[in-house]
Structures are given as C-alpha cells and as structure tokens.
C-alpha cells in the first residue's frame, strides 16, 4: 500500500512539474504572438499584399499552431492530473482546480490575440483594396465603411468570447459535479467494505433497519385503526 501511495506521488509530482513547464512556455509563446500581431496591426498601411505582411502572416500561423498544440498538451496533462487523484478530496484537488484556471486564462489570451489578429488581417484586405481602387477608396474613407465593417466584426467577436466563456464555465460545473460524484461513491464503496469486514457494525445497521420498519408497521397501523373509528363514527351515530 506505502508502495502504490509513494508511486502515485510520484507521477502526481511528475505531471504537476510538466504543467508548469508548459504554463511557463505558453506564457513566453503567447507574449511573442501578442507581439506579432501588434506589429502586422502596426503595418496597416503597407497593404496585406506586401512582403512583410506576407512573411508575418507565416510566422503567425506557425506560432497559432504551436500554442494550440502546447494548450492541448496541458489540458491532457490536467486530465491525467484529475485521473491521479480520483475520488480523493485533499489539498491537490485545489492544486488540479488553480491548474485548470491557468489553462482557462491562456486558453482565452490566446483567442483574444486571434480575433485581434485576424480584425488586423481584414483591415489591412480592406485598404488594400481601397488603394487598388482610388474612386472606391474615397467613397470608404468618406462613408466610414471599413470602420463598421470592424465594428460588427469586433461585436460578434465579443459575443462568441462571451459564449466560449460561459461554455467553459458549464465545462467546469459538469466536471466539478463528476468528481463529487466519484468522491461520493468512493465513500459509499469504503462504508460496504467497512460493513463487510465487521459483522457487527453490519449486524447493528440491519438491526436498526429491522426496528424502523416495525415501527413503520405500528404506526400504520394505528393510523388505520383511527381512520376506521372515524368513519363508523360519523355514519353510525
């Protein structure tokens, strides 16, 4: 038992140590893309057809898929965190919980720099086309048409940002109720144990259940009795 308990810390540990490296490199990855992003936002005026724009346009998905692929290799780690310490309530559950929170939150920067990157991209689609075409391109400057354009995109942004977050919050609901339901089961399952390896406490719960249903009998009983005397009372005299 001593063995299986110094095995089991020792993976916890060992999964706990992962996640914080890998927290710690999405900190750095994340940082780096917000800065990508500022600096394709920054070259508005240049056109998405230029170079620059073309090479940064590169390096932006190559980085959205690392951290996508980093963000997925924490949320297994969680996972396999959360399997570690299955119905057991002790001090790393609120471990697991602040693990889960980090994930949520660079989950969300990173969606955050998304929108913003792509609302950099649409813009930059949109100049340019306005430079192709000077008539067209006064008549944009003139209606502020880009300007609505980036208006209802950042608006439908921040309804899908709310939808995921409150997903996200249903996620970790069902997931909080799962684990109390494993940790009530497992007390069910230590209770059975405990009864079949003494007798008399066995013994004793089936004596106590034994005496509620004979009183449940009685009373019933009673009751009857009470239920029949009224009614000969009433339509007898």
């Known amino acids: 038992m001593a063995t299986a308990a110094s095995r089991e810390t020792r993976v916890w540990e060992d999964l706990r140590k992962q996640a914080r490296k890998h927290e ?33 346009n590169k390096i932006a998905k190559q980085k959205a898929r690392e951290i996508e692929a980093l963000l997925q290799l924490l949320a297994d780690i969680n996972h396999d965190m959360s399997g570690v310490i299955a119905g057991v309530a002790d001090s790393r559950s609120h471990t697991l919980a602040r693990h889960r929170d980090i994930l949520q939150d660079l989950t969300q920067e990173f ?6 990157l ?6 930059a689609t949109l100049l340019a086309g306005a ?6 391109g006064v008549q944009i400057h003139g209606q502020s048409a880009a300007g609505q354009l980036l208006r209802e995109r950042a608006t ?7 939808v995921d977050d409150m997903l996200a919050q249903a996620q970790s609901v069902s997931r909080s109720l799962l684990e109390q ?11 059975r144990m405990i009864g079949e390896r003494f007798p008399a406490i066995n013994g004793l719960l089936s004596a106590i259940r034994r005496r509620k ?3 449940t009998l009685v009373l019933s009983g009673i009751i ?10 009433l339509f007898l005299w």
């Open 24 to 56: 710690g490199e999405l900190d750095v990855k994340l940082a780096a893309y917000g800065k990508l992003c500022s600096s394709f936002d920054g070259g508005r005026g240049r056109g998405s057809g230029s170079t620059a724009d073309q090479v940064t």
């Open 111 to 116: 969606r955050r720099l998304d929108l913003q």
């Open 181 to 191: 339901r494993r940790m009530f089961s497992s007390v069910q399952d230590k209770l």
């Open 156 to 162: 439908i942004g921040t309804s899908t940002h709310y």
């Open 224 to 233: 009857a009795s009470c239920v029949v005397l009224t009614f000969v009372y």
């Open 118 to 123: 792509d609302a950099a991209r649409e813009r």
């Open 213 to 215: 249903s004979k009183d």
């Open 131 to 136: 430079e192709s075409l000077p008539l067209l």
